[in-house]
């Protein structure tokens, strides 16, 4: 074998053993994780935590909280607002995990959660446990809040929704999705998209919050059942309502309901369907199939080109499919959303970057 040959077999070797480091860093290899445990017996453990804060004071701060600083409550737990000294806000999830017994697989799986950071995932910083038996996981505090109230609520009196609002929401939630998909080793399926799990910073970039949750806490609290149902009805797809088996593809199909919700403005379950006996997906269908593009678009959305919106509705009927085989990866997703949102240049750069990633 030649020399020329043997030192391009050298060269492809360490390139491809890099790659596979760098897949594997962002798995929690180059999480800065500390840990402490205080006189009471509470434990704190924080990832990715630069901010001017003892473990004492965080503690203290957690140890504050009560029913005034409620901000939501969802399937996971009661969620708080948690104010520092200096003013900065933290989000803090109370979760219910009964099973004292799984405490140390529960940390090892957020300790890998907390390794992820993306521009467009909520951030992790920390865990911790209080006694007698209370578990919370410190967040980013993400300003507006979740676009479900900001869509369906009061949000749009100070910062209406327009067509171009709402695309980014959809690209930046596409853009966390994928990566959680592609981009993490091993990949995370979220299993719970939709508008109350996308939070909306003051510039309305959307987060994906979360994420991993479901496998941590469901599959957790039910070892023993192979097929336990995490989700909201109306974002499920059919299958996983039919199986419990959540995939990547039962995400895309949740992320294409959040779509039909982002340009109709009804949520997934709204009565004017519902009591046809459709989903939103298939209320869409009907009214495609009888050309009433007119009666599909939120009228707070603007004016906005019909090629726009028939665009984004193929999209969305696409990741809806029946048939999970049919439904493109959203990594596919995301490419087909930057080609019709942002300008050629811009597409194509982003997706650059994403592969990059």
């Known amino acids: 074998m030649s020399t020329l040959a043997l030192a391009l077999i050298a060269v492809l070797g360490f390139l491809w053993i890099c790659l596979l480091s760098r897949k594997k860093s962002v798995g929690g290899n180059y999480v800065k994780m500390d840990k402490k445990t205080?006189?009471?017996?509470?434990?704190?453990?924080?990832?990715?935590?630069?901010?001017?804060?003892?473990?004492?004071?965080?503690?203290r701060r957690l140890e504050l909280l009560d029913e005034e600083d409620v901000v939501g409550c969802?399937?996971?737990?009661?969620?708080?607002?948690?104010?520092?000294?200096?003013?900065?806000?933290?989000?803090v999830k109370r979760?219910?995990?009964?099973?004292?017994?799984r405490d140390r697989t529960m940390e090892k799986e957020l300790e890998f959660l907390g390794s992820i950071r993306h521009i467009n995932l909520v951030t992790l910083r920390g865990y911790c446990r209080l006694l007698p038996a209370a578990k919370l996981l410190v967040y980013d505090f993400v300003e507006?809040?979740?676009?479900?109230?900001?869509?369906?609520?009061?949000?749009?009196?100070?910062?209406?929704?327009?067509?171009?609002?709402?695309?980014?929401?959809?690209?930046?939630s596409a853009r966390g999705l994928a990566y959680l998909h592609h981009d993490c080793s091993p990949g995370i399926v979220h299993r719970d998209i939709k508008a109350s799990n996308i939070l909306l910073d003051r510039s309305l970039e959307p987060r994906v919050s979360d994420f991993g949750l479901a496998k941590l806490l469901v599959?957790?609290?039910?070892?023993?059942?192979?097929?336990?149902?995490?989700?909201?009805?109306?974002?499920?797809?059919?299958?996983?309502?039919?199986?419990?088996?959540?995939?990547?593809?039962?995400?895309?199909?949740?992320f294409g309901v959040l779509l039909l919700e982002l340009v109709t403005g009804k949520r997934p379950t709204d009565s004017c369907f519902i009591k046809k006996g459709l989903n939103i997906v298939g209320w869409l269908n009907t009214l495609?199939?009888?050309?009433?593009?007119?009666?599909?678009?939120?009228?707070?959305?603007?004016?906005?080109?019909?090629?726009?919106?028939?665009?984004?509705l193929d999209i969305a009927a696409m990741c809806t499919d029946a048939d999970p085989a049919q439904r493109p990866s959203m990594s596919a997703v995301l490419k087909m959303l930057e080609e019709e949102i942002l300008s050629p240049c811009m597409s194509e750069l982003c997706y650059e970057q994403h592969l990059e990633l």
């Open 144 to 172: 507006l809040g979740s676009l479900d109230c900001y869509l369906h609520g009061d949000g749009q009196e100070d910062q209406p929704l327009n067509w171009n609002a709402r695309m980014k929401i959809a690209l930046g």
């Open 219 to 254: 599959d957790n609290a039910a070892a023993h059942v192979t097929t336990v149902v995490a989700g909201t009805f109306g974002y499920l797809a059919p299958e996983y309502l039919q199986n419990g088996h959540a995939t990547e593809k039962s995400d895309v199909y949740s």
């Open 74 to 91: 969802g399937g996971f737990g009661t969620v708080y607002r948690m104010v520092m000294d200096d003013g900065t806000s933290f989000a």
């Open 95 to 101: 979760i219910d995990l009964s099973r004292q017994s």
């Open 288 to 312: 495609t199939g009888e050309h009433r593009l007119e009666d599909i678009v939120d009228e707070r959305c603007g004016d906005v080109e019909v090629e726009a919106v028939e665009a984004i």
């Open 38 to 59: 205080v006189p009471d017996g509470a434990k704190l453990v924080t990832y990715q935590w630069n901010l001017p804060y003892s473990s004492s004071e965080i503690i």
